[in-house]
């Protein structure tokens, strides 16, 4: 794996890249009672196609984003919606803690170039994460202060403007390409990782180092 560059600032997707990201599993807990086994992959599915749906127009709390994808998920599974099923997810977000091999990988790297976390997250939230990550990091934005979600540039937009940065002072690094390498690229961020989770697939056309898991990234910075 070659190096990269010595990049100004590593930035970071929160959940999912770093954050054990559990909306299927609680999911899959919360409508056992509705949904067949054979179903639930499918269930599952449709809950993080209107999730992202719902993060692509004007900002809103995320508390919305998430009640709204799962009742228009019910709704398409003509399955009984429950407020409570929201209430629980939305509460058990911020008690999440890191992928196991986060913590070491970016121990290697954070005493060395400023690290920063640009997530889809309200900051009430994003706080407790953060800290069960064990690093200190440079920043850490959320989409409430952006007023914009990824995969929206706006919020890419912030956060460069935050930092008095260009784009190419960034390696951005996410385990999705959806919502955050392929806009990192648009908005002109030349060096991207994408972590290898098994979430999504990779596509090679947004020009991007793969790696599978954090501690990876030393290698690509030349530490």
């Known amino acids: ?26 999911a899959r807990k919360l409508f ?35 009640y709204n994808a799962l009742l228009r998920t019910a709704n398409r599974w003509k399955v009984p919606f429950r407020e409570s ?19 070491e990988g970016l121990a290697r790297i954070a005493d060395k170039i400023p690290l920063v976390i640009l997530s889809n997250a309200m900051d009430a939230q994003l706080v407790h994460n953060v800290k069960n990550l064990g690093v200190p990091f440079h920043r850490v934005y959320s989409a409430q202060q952006a007023k914009a979600y990824k995969p929206r540039l706006t919020a890419f937009e912030y956060m460069i403007g ?11 690094v996410s385990s999705s390409m959806r919502y955050d390498l392929m ?31 954090i501690g990876g990234l030393a290698g690509l910075v030349g530490l």
């Open 1 to 26: 794996m070659g190096i990269i560059f010595r990049p100004k600032y590593i930035s970071f997707d929160c959940y999912g890249t770093l954050i054990y990201f559990q909306m299927s599993p609680m």
């Open 32 to 66: 056992a009672d509705r949904i067949g086994a054979d179903d639930m992959e499918r269930f599952c599915k449709d809950f993080s196609a209107f999730r992202y749906d719902e993060v692509l127009g004007d900002w809103k709390p995320y508390y919305e984003v998430v």
């Open 85 to 103: 099923d929201v209430a629980e997810i939305y509460a058990a977000v911020p008690t999440w803690g890191p992928h196991p091999d986060v913590t």
């Open 162 to 172: 935050q930092l008095d940065a260009k784009p190419e002072d960034f390696l951005h």
């Open 183 to 213: 806009s990192a690229n648009d908005i002109g961020i030349k060096d991207k990782a994408f972590v290898n989770r098994g979430h999504e697939p990779g596509t090679p056309f947004y020009n991007y180092q793969e790696i599978s898991e």
